[in-house]
């Protein structure tokens, strides 16, 4: 049963997507763009429950969720181990810091003109940039959350002769559990992104991101462009939501943000 | 002082790391280190003293990317500031936008540039309308975030010495919002140095760091390519250290968040 605070909450935000579908509505119509520039907000959101019953778009959907998904399992089955590794040995950990702050300003998209040469533009190419640009975020959030763990926990876990691992497994790993899970959620955000902008710069085979630069080929393509946007958007909001839930229910002590 | 020397060490064992192993490897597809900076002091560092050595390269090139970036990025971050204030000071406005703003900031912004080329046509208009749309919706939400959790007592002490809306604005409400609007100016960056690349990446586009990178490729000239990437490597690097720097700055008379 939601409390009358959530309820209100919700007709609140209810009333701002009204007003916001309303005004881009209005402007549409007003004519101050062409409509194909800029179409009203509702052949966009008439597009987009059409494209939900799209077959091909869903192929689409479906291509993109896959390289998302992969590329972050690959990124955390990655980062989380090596973090764990390479957090527990202060010399190492100021290293692995240092390398990280080096490595993670290059803008991924950067990458993508020359893994394209190397892969050609099929899902190697997708996996490659989503995991580069997913591996920061986790790695530097595992590193940093071993930092914090109570020297004391683990002393006292010492002092009664449990080993390296165990310690490992009973106070560091729990401790810095809330961090990797922020880490993890900012970095399935940036896996959204660069799957979507891969497929837009490769333009073969199915994904959101090839949908909509095939629509900007065609004229009156906008309202597909903005449909699928909506979609993306969408998936993305899902995406961020249930982690945020997710750590909220498995962490309840740490607040997240 | 130790902190910096092992730093750099660290760094220089990294480089002569990769400059073994490219040298082992001996492929044209990875050129070494070496190789990387002397072209990039070719393209971009070997002009007149008077000109602070840069070349019409970098001039026609790495300006204009930059020149663009500043611009996007300045638009954005105004926008946001002022938007996340306000949305973030009425209890009402936050939970009736809060749901289309978090709709917004999920949308993967390279989606939106194909409608920006539509309503902006190619050229640096489109490139920083993209960059600012990046960069908005982190700080807006940021800001009104920050905004929004203010110290009820800082405010009502506002109010017993009756300070105008506009003291009150930029004495209490300000400073105690600005730690989350430089954690939103850190993640805008990152995406703006995204937007900044994918917009030069587009087919039609004239000049930029971007445009280079990828008009290497199409003459298969590796070392320009890789040049382009350690490049902005550095430009991301330096620009992320100049932020962290001025939040040092602003936020000295207080714990870092």
Known sequence: MPGRATVRRLARGA???????????ALGRAGIVHQDFLPPASTILARAAALAAD??????VRATLTAWALGLLIAVGVAVPLGLVLGNIPVVSNAVTTIVEFLRPIPSVALIPLVAMLFGTGLEMKLTVIVYASVWPVLFNTVYGLRDVDPVAKDTLRAFGFGRLAVLWHVAIPATAPFIATGVRMAAAVALILAVTAEMFGGFGDGIGIFIAEAANYPGGTTDTLAATVWAGVLGLLINTALVRGERRAFPWARPR | MRAILERWTVFVLGVAGWQVATMAADDPFFPTPRVIVGRMYDLWFSGPATRLFLTDGAVGNVLPSLARLGAGFAIGVVAGVALGL???????????????????????????????????SLGPQMQIASIAFSVLWPVLLNAADGARTVEPVQLETAAVFRLTTAERLRLVVVPSALPKIFAGLRLSLSLSLILMVFSELQPGAADGIGFQLVEATTRFDYETVWAAIVLLGVLGYLLNMGLLGIERRVLSWQRPA
């Open chain 1, 55 to 60: 077959t091909d778009f869903l192929a689409d």
């Open chain 1, 15 to 25: 009333v701002g997507v009204g007003l916001v579908v309303g005004v881009s509505e």
């Open chain 2, 86 to 120: 306000a949305v973030g000071r009425s209890q009402w406005a936050y939970d009736v936008l809060d749901p289309v703003l978090q709709f917004f900031r999920a949308i993967p912004p390279p989606t939106l540039v194909p409608v920006f080329i539509v309503l902006f």
